[in-house]
């Protein structure tokens, strides 16, 4: 079998089959959305409703940088 035909059966950092396993999967999954061009999407913190994390287009929309 040829090496790119192999599948890599290591473990994730954290299964999916716990509920941390399945957030970080989620995670991944919206972030991997989240960044094709576009695509507004944020993060805020429930408590002061501040940004934690904003794509680039959502960045731009707000005349802001991402970082």
């Given at each position: 079998m040829a090496?790119?035909?192999e599948i890599n059966n290591a473990p994730?950092?954290?299964s999916?089959?716990?509920d941390a396993g399945l957030?970080?999967?989620l995670g991944q999954t919206l972030r991997a959305?989240?960044?094709q061009p576009g695509v507004m999407a944020g993060i805020k913190d429930a408590a002061d409703g501040r940004y934690?994390?904003?794509s680039d287009s959502?960045?731009?929309f707000y005349g802001r940088a991402a970082a």
């Open positions: 090496a790119a035909a994730l950092a954290s999916p089959d716990t957030l970080a999967v959305l989240a960044v934690l994390w904003a959502l960045a731009a």
